[in-house]
């Protein structure tokens, strides 16, 4: 922090006012639960700038007979222990009366303090916080308490504190006005970009108006096969493997060259994944993803798969690009119609994903269809990199306009 204004100090969060942390009554006893009116704030309630409300509630009970406290409107309350505070430091002001969980502390601030002050002067020095005083070689990460209570933060007089956080608030207003139609646009471009698949499988990118497209079984196109996870205790399948194993977490792209994982020859030779060769297509057959999307790519070299792929090799002379492309323009209809309902993790449903029609043009006009629908895409993707650039540039504005007003010395 530079040197700061007259009548400015520099005071530990320890003294900032009274600090205390809170619990969780226990779930067997009903009469800590059912029916409860006072929000139990917990971390995954602390997504916002304001807690106004909770996922859970407790009764008077609760509070009197655990280990829980209540924090008073006008509590800052901050998380201390979760896996979040890898990379971020929630904070909030409680716009009512609520209870804590164990993972939770709070503060009421003294009457020269404001709380929104407060809370913004956390945001600000968010980074050093997590960087001085997180504990180390946790299971889960957690402030080291007394090593927070001593970090120091800037405190002006009450009214300056007053005109920094007016002036702050209508600067973030802005901001989220930008913000917001960011994220409209960005909106915008992914229906766009579901409306030209569609458009393409509809034959209005057509070159020779050859229409209706004729319609083929997806198990008619050509050999389907699975996969299977080689023995992880098996040294020689995974040690100095060169062969992609793709798995879910790689079809993220349209297009797989490469994977996270790994496996040898013989692996193959002895487990049940397949060896599939480059322009197989390859479809997400079994992940939680298919709740919402159905992940298609085409292979650019030989892997291998696990067990929650099916891949496809085309025995037809057939665009890999436009089967994958129709697949992508029907993941609606797929998933609407061909994934099992009931089960733990969702599945494709594969007999009747098999029979799943769509249309097939002549592979001339497969091609061109592709390449039209490239290069429409194309332009999508610019707008969008150019809006997720955007986004991540408020961002550090957000945090720079915070800095400015903080460790400049209120010079906002």
């Avoid at 349209?254 to 013989?266: L, W, Y």
């Amino acid at each position: 922090m530079s040197d700061l204004p007259k009548d400015w100090i520099r005071m530990p969060l320890g003294e900032v006012g009274k600090w205390f942390g809170g619990g969780t009554p226990s779930k067997a006893n009903l009469k800590f639960w059912k029916n409860g009116n006072i929000p139990w704030v917990s971390p995954k309630d602390m997504k916002a700038d304001v807690i106004r409300d909770a996922q859970d509630h407790i009764t008077k009970e609760a509070v009197a007979q655990s280990s829980t406290n209540l924090a008073e409107s006008g509590s800052v309350l901050i998380v201390a222990r979760s896996g979040i505070l890898q990379h971020t430091f929630p904070v909030a002001v409680a716009a009512r009366q609520v209870a804590l969980n164990q993972d939770l502390k709070a503060v009421k601030p003294h009457a020269n303090i404001n709380s929104e002050y407060l809370c913004l002067a956390l945001r600000a020095f968010e980074r050093e916080i997590l960087h001085t005083c997180t504990k180390t070689g946790t299971t889960v990460q957690s402030l080291e308490f007394p090593v927070f209570q001593r970090f120091e933060i800037p405190v002006a007089p009450f009214v300056e504190q007053r005109r920094i956080v007016a002036e702050i608030e209508k600067q973030f207003t802005r901001l989220d006005a930008g913000i917001a139609a960011l994220k409209r646009t960005q909106a915008n471009l992914k229906r766009y970009r579901a409306s030209i698949l569609k458009a393409a499988c509809e034959g209005r990118f057509s070159a020779t108006r050859y229409l209706p497209f004729p319609v083929q079984q997806l198990g008619k196109l050509g050999k389907w096969c699975g996969g299977g996870t080689p023995s992880k205790s098996n040294p020689e399948f995974w040690e100095s493997g060169t062969i992609p194993w793709v798995s879910p977490k790689d079809m993220k792209t349209e297009i797989v060259s490469d994977s996270e994982d790994h496996i040898t020859a013989s692996a193959i030779k002895q487990s049940a994944t397949n060896l599939l060769p480059a322009n197989a297509i390859l479809v997400v057959t079994r992940s939680g993803i298919l709740a919402h999307t159905l992940p298609v790519a085409v292979t650019t070299r030989p892997v291998t798969l696990n067990q929650d792929l099916k891949a496809l090799q085309l025995t037809e002379q057939n665009n890999s690009r436009y089967i994958a492309l129709a697949l992508r323009a029907h993941q609606r209809e797929i998933l609407q119609h061909c994934t099992k309902a009931g089960t733990t993790v969702q599945s494709i449903e594969f007999p009747v994903f098999l029979r799943f029609e769509i249309p097939l043009p002549p592979l001339a006009e497969q091609t061109h269809i592709v390449a039209e629908v490239e290069r429409r895409l194309s332009v999508v993707e610019e707008l969008d990199a150019a809006v997720s650039a955007n986004l991540r540039r408020a961002a550090r504005l957000r945090q720079a306009i915070l800095h400015q007003a903080f460790s400049g010395g209120g010079t906002i």
